[in-house]
């Protein structure tokens, strides 16, 4: 789990202005530092899978905030894509 520490660097090194914490390029932010943390968990715990269901379920939200972030704001997407190292 994320600090609020945590999430509000992420939004600010993300976000359109210094407040937002809600737009879409925040949240798939948040949402990726989250699965990178999930994902080490479960390679040191593979039989844990009440975990394993909440990783695919952020997985899921992310990629429907990158399909609403690429049709809406393709510009923006792409410079996050870039920052975060996320696959096209």
């Not at 660097?9 to 359109?16: F, Q, Y």
């Not at 737009?23 to 932010?29: D, F, K, L, R, Y």
């Not at 949402?31 to 909440?54: C, T």
Request: hydrophobic share 30%; glycine share 4%; no cysteine.
């Amino acid at each position: 789990m994320l600090t609020k520490r945590v999430k509000s660097k992420i939004a600010k090194e993300t976000g359109n202005h210094e407040s937002d914490t809600g737009s879409a390029g925040v949240q798939i932010a948040v949402l990726s530092r989250q699965i990178d943390e999930l994902a080490a968990h479960l390679k040191k715990n593979p039989k844990d899978n009440h975990s394993r269901r909440g990783l695919l379920k952020m997985v899921s939200k992310r990629r429907k905030f990158t399909a609403y972030m690429k049709k809406n704001e393709p510009a923006s997407y792409d410079k996050l894509a870039k920052k975060l190292d996320l696959k096209r």
